[in-house]
């Protein structure tokens, strides 16, 4: 089974066919899926101008969004490997458990952000990483917070989800209640 970055190296060969490079791709997004698999496809192909059934593209619009994929996945490392520090440096002080986050898996990369809807609802205006890093808090150190172009209180989704982006349609969980001493 290949991982991440063997499949990355694929899309970038232009030794392969495009149906290989367009494959590889997306199985990649079994790697890492930011907004979960048909909606993390469904943003590449609006914001790199390819219809998801496309299977004789411009390779440049490939390797654009396995671009766009690694810069959000370079920011989700760099988030595990903070989140790793600070949960050994719990450990070691005695804290029995610690909230890893609101928003879903987040061990392996796939649906990191809740996204109300399967497919988004308009195309995507923002990267992955900044959306991302302003919508969901596995992305960033700061709290919670909307998503750029979320609209106030008639964005809420469903309670467990919080605000709804109108734009990209990523739920913004709600920060973790403090716990009871």
């Not at 998801?52 to 440049?60: A, K």
């Not at 990191?112 to 195309?123: E, F, I, K, R």
Request: charged share 25%; with cysteine.
């Amino acid at each position: 089974m290949a991982g991440f970055r063997s499949l990355a190296r694929q899309v970038r060969d232009p030794g392969c066919d495009t149906a290989l490079r367009r494959y590889s791709l997306r199985k990649c997004l079994e790697r890492f899926a930011p907004y979960g698999h048909r909606a993390t496809w469904d943003h590449l192909c609006r914001r790199h101008r390819f219809g998801p059934e496309d299977r004789e593209l411009d390779p440049g619009r490939l390797v654009a969004a396995l671009d766009e994929l690694e810069e959000a996945r370079a920011v989700w490392l760099a988030y595990e490997e903070r989140f790793a520090a600070r949960r050994r440096r719990e450990k070691q002080e005695g804290c029995a458990g610690s909230a890893r986050s609101t928003t879903g898996t987040g061990a392996s990369g796939v649906a990191t952000a809740s996204s109300a809807a399967p497919t988004l609802p308009s195309t995507p205006r923002s990267p992955f990483p900044r959306c991302s890093a302003a919508s969901s808090p596995p992305w960033s150190a700061a709290p919670a917070n909307p998503a750029p172009s979320a609209r106030g209180p008639s964005s809420k989704g469903p309670p467990a989800l919080g605000p709804v982006c109108g734009d990209c349609g990523v739920a913004v969980p709600a920060p973790p209640s403090p716990r009871a001493p």
